[in-house]
T-cell receptor, first 107, second 117 residues
Framework: GESVGLHLPTLSVQEGDNSIINCAYS??????FIWYKQESGKGPQFIID?????DKRQGQRVTVLLNKTVKHLSLQIAATQPGDSAVYFC??????FGAGTRLTVKP | GAVVSQHPSRVICKSGTSVKIECRSL??????MFWYRQFPKQSLMLMAT?????????EQGVEKDKFLINHASLTLSTLTVTSAHPEDSSFYIC?????????????FGDGTRLSIL
């Protein structure tokens, strides 16, 4: 069936570096995507979203890129901080989640 | 901002007990809420979509008689785990969006950690 999945289960970066988290989706009709951050023992928090009529959207220190040709989106975090350590999920409009990527930021 | 409250945050009970988890949207109305379960180091698995005033829509493989969902008002959905057993132990999370619109970010509760002895 259609699904949203992530390429990497873990990512470790040095504080201050940029982080890139990837996500692949299989439903070419998907028109809305959301990135969430989940800290240990808590529910996911909304980070940023993007609609399929856009290729790029920027927030505070975060950028989401959408490549509809290869059905791929990425979350870029600039100047990664220890507080960014968490699990990151992408989700489609149907609210199904991918596997998640655990981001660890080393001081 | 939009807040979703989930209660209780943690429950421990004996096998065979039924457990009710509440999900409330505190400052907005939600015609649709979503229920998930999450095992350690795994992703959120969508269990069902709770629809205000109508029956919930369950994902394939989720037993609707085991996981009873009631969405009686625009601000409250409940998930009841009936006759819970140790394998039902998990982290249960709900989400809601303003007026149930899709294509808008959902707001999540902080989850309920259910432990069945």
């Amino acid at each position: 069936g259609e699904s949203v999945g992530l390429h990497l289960p873990t990512l470790s970066v040095q504080e201050g570096d940029n982080s890139i988290i990837n996500c692949a989706y299989s439903n070419s009709a998907s028109d809305y995507f959301i990135w969430y951050k989940q800290e240990s023992g808590k529910g996911p928090q909304f980070i940023i979203d993007i609609r399929s009529n856009m290729d790029k959207r920027q927030g505070q220190r975060v950028t989401v890129l959408l490549n509809k040709t290869v059905k791929h989106l990425s979350l870029q975090i600039a100047a990664t901080q220890p507080g960014d350590s968490a699990v990151y999920f992408c989700a489609e409009k149907n609210m199904r989640f991918g596997a998640g990527t655990r981001l660890t930021v080393k001081p | 901002g939009a807040v979703v409250s989930q209660h209780p945050s943690r429950v421990i009970c004996k096998s065979g007990t039924s457990v009710k988890i509440e999900c409330r949207s505190l400052d907005f109305q939600a015609t649709t809420m979503f229920w998930y379960r999450q095992f350690p180091k795994q992703s959120l698995m969508l269990m069902a979509t709770s629809n205000e005033g109508s029956k919930a829509t369950y994902e394939q493989g989720v037993e609707k008689d085991k996981f009873l969902i009631n969405h009686a008002s625009l601000t409250l959905s409940t998930l009841t785990v009936t006759s819970a057993h140790p394998e039902d132990s998990s982290f249960y999370i709900c989400s809601a969006g303003d007026r149930g619109r899709t294509g808008q970010p959902q707001h999540f509760g902080d989850g309920t950690r259910l432990s069945i002895l």
